[in-house]
Structure formats: C-alpha cells, structure tokens
C-alpha cells in the first residue's frame, strides 16, 4: 500500500468517512451497462441459485433455479441469461468505424497494428458486477459451458445443453480474461470501481463487503430507490452514525427472523438464510407442492435485490466524477478486444482452449505488464491526486522553474539541450543521468535528463527532445521562468518488449510446439481435453 | 585457503566444462552459491568453447551485468573477438572502451565476426533472422523469467544456464496466478520451466564459495541452501578485520568491534513500529558506517592487507525509499562513496563489509515480500569480512505471528526453505551477536 493510501485510509478511519483516493474517474463506464448479479448454491461449485440481470434499473430480470442440484434446471437458468446477455453483447456487433491505415493502431491487436484499414466496434458491451468475487463466477460460468456441446451441433452428443449456451461461456469467458488486464472496463468489479476511488477506514478484506463498502463512502446510506427495504430495520441507518459503525450494521445487522438486512453481495449467500428459509423451501419444491416454487423466487429476490440496488447506486457516485482524460484510449483497447472475439466467433474459431499454452501464456502476461504500466502513468498524468501520491513515492516531482540556460549538444549540427533548474519540495529517487518525462499540451511527452542537483531542492534538467527539428527550440516547448513543471521518473506511454515466436515455434526449453495445433474443429478441442490422463495406479491406491 | 576447498571446487568445474564441451544434452544446468566463483566459470567456459573452435552467445538480465561480463572477458583474453549487443537508448559502460578486442553494435548483424556476442535477455529478444548460435551460455538464469528463456531460446541449439537459486525470484507486477503449476508459467524462472520440460539434464553445483568468509559460509549454507550445502573457500584464521582506533564504547563501537571479532554483528534498536524509512535505524546505520570508516578498519584476506574504504563498504535495504534516506543521512555524517542500494541492485556485487536494515525492522506485519527467502540471502551473503545488521528488537516474535500463509499451489513446487523459518534462523545466530543500543 502506498503512503498517500495508507494515509487517506488513517484519515478516514480519524473522520469516520471514507477520503477520495482520486478527483476524477479512471474507469470507463457504458451509458447503458449490463448489470448481473449472481447467487451461487452453499456447497456446490459452479451450480447457480439464481440472478438479477438487466440493463434497466428498475427492470432486472429475475433467473432463479428452484433446486440447484437439478443439473436440467440449472441449464434452462443459462439458457434464460443466454437469451439476456447475448442479444445485449451482440448488440454491438454491427456498429463499426472504419480505422484508417496507419502504423501504430492504439490497442489493436499486433495481427492488426499495422497495414491497411481495419474495423472496430464505435461501443462495446460492458458488464458489471458487485464484486471480484462474482467476477471469477463469471469466468466459472464461462468455463462450464463454453465447452458444452448441443443437439444441433452434434446430435450424437450425450448430454445436449440448450441452444446458445456454449456461445455465452465463450463471450464470458472473453469477458472474464479481458478483465484481468489491469485498466480494462469490459467486465466490472463494483468493490473495485469503488475502492479505486475512495479509501475506507477498514481493510481490503471488508472491502469486498459491498454493502459495508457503500456505508462508508455514502453516509447515510440512502435507502434503495424504489424499493422498499428487505426487513424492517433495514433502512436508512439514524444520521450521526460513522462509517465503522454503518458498515457493522450493513455487514452483520439482523432483524428478529434472523435474516441480514442487507444480504451478502454474493455470490455466496448467508448461511442463515440457506439453513432457515432456503432449505425448508426447497424441501417443499422437491415435494411438488404449489407455490413453492413461486416462494424460492420471492425467497432469491430478496436477497438479490439490495445488491442490485447497491450496484447501481455505486454506478450513480462513479458518474458523478468526471472522466479522466486517457479513460477514453483505454476504452478504445476494450472495444478492440471485442472486436477481435466478436471476430473469432463469427470465423467459427473453436472455443478458448482450457490452458493456455506457453506462448499464448506469455504474450497475455506481457500484454498485461504493458497495461498495468501504461495505467499507472496514465492515472497519474490524468488526475492531481494520483499524481501526488507518485510525487510522495519519489517517482515524479513538481517545482516551479528558477531558471533556464540555453545549451546546444556537440557534433555536427548542435541541438538546442537548455537546462532547466526546478526548484521542489518533492523528494525524488532521482539517479546520475536518469530519465525525467513531462506531458505536454496535445498529449505529447518531452523527455529530460537529471543533471544535478544544484542547490536544496533544485533540479536541473536538461531537455534533450520535443523542442522541434531547428536549432532555436520551438515555442513553448521549453518552460520559462516562473512556470509550474510536473516531471515525472516513469514514462508516460511504456511499451512493451520483444515480440514472442509463434505458437509453432515453441523453443525446447518449453516443450516444444503444442502437440494439438489449433484447428478450427471442435473434435480437437475435445481431443485436447481429454490429453490429461489419469495419474498412474500405485500400490496405494489399493491398501 | 584450504586445499580441500580448491580441489573440489576445480573437481565441479572441470565436471561442468566437460558436459558443456562433450555432452550430448541440450542444456546443462549450474547452481551456484553466493561468491562460489560463477561469473570465473562463465569466462572459462566461453573461453574454452571458443577455444574448441565454436562460437557463442551470452545472455545476462542486465546491462550492468552484461558489461561486467564482457569486461571480465576481454581482461582475461584481450585476443578474444567479443561483441557487445545493446539498444539504441543504452549505451554500454565506457569501461568497455578500453578493450580493442570489444566490438559495439545495435544490431546484430554487425557482430556476426565477433565470436562472443553479449547481450541481455531484454536485448537477445528482438533480435530475429539469424543462423542460430550452436552454444549459449545464459547467466544468472534463475533470476530470468520463464517467458524471457521462451523469447530468446530460439535462438541458440544448446546452453549452459548458470545461476543462483537462493537469490531473489523473478517476479511480476501483475497477477499470474492463473498459471501457477503450468510447467511453462511465465511468472517462473527459466530454470524451473528447463528443468520441468527437460528433467534429464545434467545439473552441477559449485561447492565452495570463496567470497563469504569461515563465519559466514556454514549460516548461510544452512539458512538459504539446507538441501545443497557449500563450504567457504577461506579457514577461519584466513581473514581477519580489525581497527586501528580503539572503541569509544558506544553502541555503533561495540557492535565493529563484536562483527570483527565474529563476522557478525546485530545493532538492536528498542522495539518500536516505526514507517518505513525509520529515522532512528537510518540514523544508527549512518553511524556505524561513519564510525568503520573513521576507525581505520584493516582488512587481511587471502589477497593481502589493505584498509577498508568507502567503496568496500555497502549499505542493502529492501526498499528504494530506504536506500534514499540512508543516502541522505550518509551525506549528513560526511560519508560518500559507500554504496547504497536495494537488494535488488545490490545482486551479483562484493564488498569487504556490509551494513543491513533489516527487511522486517519496526514493521507491524511480515508480508510475503518481506519475507521472500532471497531478498535476505543477497542482503547476508555480500560480505567477504563482516556483515553488520540494524534492527528493531521484537523481530522474532513478528514472525511468530505472522506464518506463512501463501496459497500452496498444485503443481508447483514448494521452495524450501521458506522465508519464514531463514528468517529465523539468521535471526537466532545474530542473536548472539547482539548489542542492544538506544540512540
């Protein structure tokens, strides 16, 4: 945790609300965003209870699956979000601008960085979910169907599954590994959109409590719009109350049934709730008796909708902070990413396979090294806030100009190198000849070169580019004296390394090429699948 | 230096020499211990491949490393056509003018003459189109990430990958889990991905470290490499350190005068949760080093005599914030010249005496970081005389409270010894080197 962080963290904990970790905001967010929120089923993985889905706050679409051990009911559950997320997803398909030819093409993948034009999706579909935890349900979900088959496409198989269910695993999937690239805003986290934003006087642990979350960051917790809250007791908490004690009562107040006011954001749910309302219920589904399953709907909703709520309201404070000024590059990187799935699927390119192989493996680390890297700076050059915790790390430094002295480089055509001497409070980790980056206006970069310091807290730098081609720099290009400077030791548009060898050309360091090349047939896939074999038997397994 | 040592270790050497020059296998792997004398072999082996009338490539991870290198090379035969690879926007140590032999280049194909060609992995990756290079020797390999190996392995039919598996693991500024137990991880070092696709390799070890003094050799080799022990290359009565102004009494005296003595010594502050760049341990580091320099420290190895001076002297914390504020207490006390840096930076390096902040000092928690087994491997075994470490006290109940808890990972091998119990086990030998000082 970075200082500014840990102090912000104190400062909330001192004033019982959470502080503002940054002035504006660093995430994209869609006009129309898909919000879900998945329940899980207490004791068995990857088998849902139900959802709230919808792209209309008033309107979530309720999915429940009456008894979650029931595998027939738990693919009509992804059949119902298949025919909700899909059409939301695809919907964005067919909108394209036309990327002109060029060399350097923002985020497009490296088969398309370069050559001809090229198309990209003008939006994307943007999901949005309560918390990390159901952002890993996401990609669980996507998992256990992408590689389902059904009865159109092999009529042979066993265990067909609904129409279009594989095809929503694979666009899940996507989504799910799209949003490990730091910076990215397909797929959401609300803890994390959140907790960029505001520091809380509780650990990271109880940030992912959404409801505790909130109570910290929006004293009094306003009630839920439109709905009336789960349990009486669960309203607005009495004014006065600190965020420590909010988020107590969000986290763990229960009314006289012994129900939370405000259940878990999932996707597991509380276990009071299984034990006491749920499981009876079930019991009276299994039993074929009416309106039970009518009951377990009311029952799943209840607990869904304050989190569905909590997730729009959380969209509600993230708005009202304006866009930061790359958000919209970023953006630009997730509609590329769609593009390019929305190009693999339309190509009838198999599913993701179960494990990347090495090359694939390492080509994502690096793609994601670059991004983690890029969004640092990024953050930083787009908002004061962020940039003054870099500035207290000593990775950047602000001063106002003292004085500039015109310098020329040696050699055939001497350059214009002036030396600015910056006068700061800051306490970079400058070294001998080290790198210093500045942004200009129109998004460019000037580079500089530490020389010295001349004085307490007087930098000299030397420009050494952004001046222009002639021998007099151009103008305003070098600062005069009396301007504020903000140079920072990172650079501000990193990129990454080398590229990989192709797939085909896997070095014997690392076992050579894939055994299976990827055909585009499911059969391989399938074949791939079953390429683990069973661990061999040993005396042991028959003691 | 004992003659023992010296047979073994030119035992293990010429065992090395002879897989890489003979050998049928692709890769042959060489662990070496801090000081066991790898970047000697390194030398010799491209020296004796070039000699056999083969031409090579060489891999290190840094351009420091890079240039050290092809500077040893050309000191040891200044006939010996070598190349040095490097980018456009980092230009090699000068030191490297002084070697005609040396040739410099951005591309490659410039040195295709040359019959070394040194470069870092970093460099080695973009280079493309070439006839592969018949040998390699990858350098520090087990500081290499896995996809940096997979970047440049094709580049080269076979190599000889030496390195150090008890300093710091490569690691990665994003999430990798996703990968944990893969054989090919590209979060992991190169050498476990070699090792996993390719389990019959021959695998050598250098046994005796001739850096690391008689004290220090047996705590080290039990702490950081309990499976693979080493031995120091130097008896006990081969290297002394002593001062020729006698102690004042204070505590920075009495902690010289105990590290004289034993080669080690713990300055114990006062248990105190402090922030990171704790002034008062900054300050108590400043001092014992102001103080080893004043007091005429002489160094007697097997080398010679010679007096102990700032450049023989370092500083190792485990965060730059660190370093920067034991720098700036340094100048404060009129000290310079006394390399300040992170365990990081400090890899690779030799000093006659060094003064650590202890990683765990004053914090509250022992994260994973703090905690990683090499980190405190570089920080304990750059010395060749004394190492002298800073501390707040109430370190080991710290790490009574806080044991390990990282995710055990299937398929991925667990490293043993884990940072927790090294950690404890340096800190149960400083105990005994303790002085206990209130500034």
Known sequence: MSLITTLARAEAVATGRATPLATVRHRYLSERPLVLVPLTTAGEVGAPLGALVGTVREEPRLLVVPQPRDRDLRFAFLSELAQVVLPYVEGYADEVEVEPATRNRVGAPPSRQAGGESEVCADAPQLIVPNSAAADYVRLLGRSTRFRRTAEEDPETPFPVPARVPLLGRWLTHYGERARTPGSSLLLAMTELLTRHWATGQSDLEDQHLGALLAWIDLPLSSPVGVPPAKPGGGPPPPGLSGAAAARRAESGRGADGLLFFPPAGPATDPVFDNTVLAPAMKRYDAGLTGAEQRIRDLVASQLRPTWDAVWHGLDLLRALGEGGRVEERWKRDRWSYTGHRDRVRAGEPPQPRRDNAVAAAQKLAGRETAQARLAAAEALDDPLVMAGRRLAGEAFAGEVAEVEMAYSEGKIPKPRPLVTVLTGDRPHLDPDGKVFRALPEGKTQQGQFVEWAGPGAAVVRLVNGMGRGREPEPASVPEKGDRVCWTLFEHSPRGGAELPDPEDTPWTHGGPPQAPGEASLDTVNAMNSLDSPDPVTAEDYL | ?439
């Open chain 2, 1 to 439: 230096m004992t003659t023992a040592a010296g047979e073994a270790a030119a035992a293990a050497t010429e065992r090395i020499l002879h897989d890489t020059l003979y050998g049928t296998a692709r890769g042959v792997v060489v662990d070496s211990p801090p000081g066991a004398g790898k970047s000697t072999l390194v030398v010799r082996a491209a020296r004796e491949l070039v000699a056999a009338g083969e031409s090579l490539m060489v891999v290190a991870q840094t351009n420091a490393q890079v240039d050290d290198l092809a500077d040893r090379l050309a000191t040891a035969d200044p006939e010996l056509p070598i190349g040095r690879l490097h980018g456009s926007d980092s230009l090699p140590d000068p030191v490297l003018d002084g070697h005609p032999s040396v040739m410099k280049s951005t591309k490659a194909g410039d040195l295709a003459q040359q019959k070394v060609v040194v470069a870092t992995a970093a460099k080695w990756a973009f280079v493309k189109d070439v006839e592969p290079w018949r040998h390699a020797i990858v350098d520090e390999a087990y500081q290499m990430r896995s996809d940096a190996l997979l970047q440049v392995a094709g580049l080269f039919e076979r190599a000889l990958f030496v390195g150090d598996p008890g300093q710091l693991d490569p690691f990665s500024v994003v999430g990798a889990d996703q990968w944990a137990g893969l054989s090919y991880d590209p979060s992991a070092s190169a050498v476990v991905t070699l090792l996993a696709h390719n389990p019959g390799l021959p695998q050598h070890r250098l046994p005796v470290s001739w850096r690391l003094p008689a004290s220090a050799a047996p705590l080290v080799s039990d702490a950081f490499y309990p499976y693979t022990p080493f031995r120091s290359g130097t008896g006990p009565e081969d290297r002394r350190l002593y001062f020729g102004v006698p102690s004042d009494g204070s505590g920075p005296d009495r902690v010289l005068d105990e590290a004289a003595a034993s080669g080690w010594g713990l300055l114990e502050l006062p248990a105190r949760h402090t922030p990171r760049t704790d002034p008062e341990a900054v300050r108590a580091v400043a001092l014992v080093v102001r103080r080893l320099l004043d007091r005429g420290g002489v160094a007697v190895s097997e080398r010679g005599t010679s007096p102990l001076t700032a450049d023989r002297v370092a500083v190792g914390t485990a965060h730059r914030d660190q370093a920067a504020a034991v720098r700036a207490a340094l100048a404060e006390v009129g000290v310079s010249g006394v390399a300040v840096d992170t365990a990081n930076r400090l890899q690779g390096r030799e000093f006659d005496v060094t003064v650590v902040l202890h990683p765990l000092s004053g914090r509250p928690d022992a994260t994973a970081f703090h905690l990683e087994t090499g980190r405190l491997c570089v920080l304990a075994s750059r010395h060749r005389h004394a190492c002298i470490v800073v501390c707040r006290a109430g370190v080991a109940e710290l790490l009574d409270e806080h044991p390990s808890t990282e995710p055990v990972q299937l398929g991925v091998t667990v490293k043993f010894p884990d940072g927790w119990e090294a950690n404890h086990a340096v800190l149960a030998h400083l105990a005994e080197h303790a002085v206990r000082w209130r500034p």
